[in-house]
């Protein structure tokens, strides 16, 4: 990250902690629900299958950055699906930084080749070793592994979304991390019980032990771009939620944190971790500022 951005997005923090301020510093524009895969937990893909024109994502991008929004995503859908006529994602993301966007971050699910050098992280989801992920999301984890090896820039990181299926393999997807030349780190999720996919929950007991593991990893010098000191919070689900921070358009329509936000009784049991980083930095929590800087400057 360069200074210039690092001490705007410090500022804003520090505003947002000492006025207890509620404005969005991260936005998600989704281009598209379409996919070409349907993995096993998964809510959101194909509902309308519909990709969102080129000039309709740049305006919602336009709202996002008027709001003050300086950390950007692209979501899905698979966003490398998005395209209009001759424009592809490379060129939203290349718009975007020259909007003003300070960090520029794409979602992915990494079978499609990897050529996105502008954007600043890549988050493509791995869902375990082969066979877990595979589980999970059909048979595409040599494809994905043979896109990372071929990305044209090392700004990939791992996303890994754990449940019942993929729960014991957290330290494969951390020795990939460490082990692929164009990943700088993995980051993880657990799993969110939309309606459609409870039984897929993982229980207070199993979150424990798997934040366990991911401290030893981190412990070990495993590159993960998630902050220990938010784990409590995450296993017994007491992060305040939703992230006033963080908003997302899909489609011209705006939400608070996620999508998500209108499925009934689901905050309570969210698995993002985002959500628990972000909330308890924005209040101010000093461990979870300490962590903050050391993490995310090491890997953003
Ligand atoms: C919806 S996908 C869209 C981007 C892209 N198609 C992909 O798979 O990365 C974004 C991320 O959300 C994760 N995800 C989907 N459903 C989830 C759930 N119920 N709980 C937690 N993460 C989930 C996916 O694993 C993926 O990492
Ligand atoms: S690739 Fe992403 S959007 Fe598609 S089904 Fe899987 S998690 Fe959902
Ligand atoms: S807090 Fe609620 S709206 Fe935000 S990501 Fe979690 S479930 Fe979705």
């Given at each position: 990250m360069k200074f210039s951005a690092f001490f705007r997005l410090a500022l804003f923090g520090i505003k947002t902690v000492?006025?207890?301020?509620?404005?969005?510093?991260?936005?998600?524009?989704?281009?598209?629900?379409?996919?070409?895969?349907?993995?096993?937990?998964?809510?959101?893909?194909?509902?309308?299958?519909?990709?969102?024109?080129?000039?309709?994502?740049?305006?919602e991008m336009e709202r996002l950055y008027e709001m003050g929004v300086r950390i950007l995503f692209f979501c899905g859908g698979e966003t490398f699906l998005w395209r209009d006529g001759e424009k592809t994602l490379r060129d939203l993301v290349i718009e975007a930084k020259k909007m003003g966007f300070l960090i520029v971050n794409t979602v992915t699910n990494g079978t499609m080749p990897i050529d996105l050098p502008e954007a600043d992280l890549i988050l493509l989801s791995l869902d375990g070793d082969r066979a877990a992920h595979n589980a999970i999301r059909g048979d595409t984890y040599d494809t994905i592994m043979e896109n990372v090896r071929n990305a044209s820039a090392d700004n990939i990181c791992f996303y890994m979304a754990i449940n019942q299926i993929n729960k014991g393999a957290i330290q494969s997807v951390c020795a990939a991390a460490r082990n692929s030349k164009n990943v700088r780190a993995v980051s993880f999720n657990f799993h969110t019980p939309y309606p459609d996919t409870r039984e897929l929950a993982l229980s207070r007991e199993e979150k424990?032990?798997?934040?366990?593991?991911?401290?030893?990893?981190?412990?070990?010098?495993?590159?993960?771009?998630?902050?220990?000191?938010?784990?409590?919070?995450?296993?017994?689900?007491?992060?305040?939620?939703?992230?006033?921070?963080?908003?997302?358009?899909?489609?011209?329509?705006?939400?608070?944190?996620?999508?998500?936000?209108?499925?009934?009784?689901?905050?309570?049991?969210?698995?993002?971790?985002?959500?628990?980083?972000?909330?308890?930095?924005?209040?101010?929590?000093?461990?979870?500022?300490?962590?903050?800087?050391?993490?995310?400057?090491?890997?953003?």
């Open positions: 000492l006025f207890r301020k509620k404005d969005p510093i991260l936005g998600t524009v989704i281009l598209t629900d379409k996919c070409n895969l349907s993995c096993k937990h998964c809510s959101v893909n194909n509902i309308t299958s519909v990709i969102h024109p080129y000039t309709q994502v740049l305006g424990t032990e798997c934040c366990r593991v991911i401290g030893r990893m981190i412990g070990e010098g495993y590159p993960v771009l998630n902050l220990p000191a938010a784990f409590p919070y995450l296993i017994n689900n007491t992060f305040p939620t939703p992230c006033f921070q963080c908003v997302v358009i899909e489609n011209g329509r705006l939400s608070t944190c996620g999508r998500c936000i209108d499925v009934p009784g689901l905050c309570a049991e969210c698995g993002y971790f985002f959500v628990a980083e972000y909330t308890l930095l924005f209040r101010g929590n000093f461990r979870i500022v300490f962590e903050a800087l050391t993490t995310y400057l090491k890997y953003v």
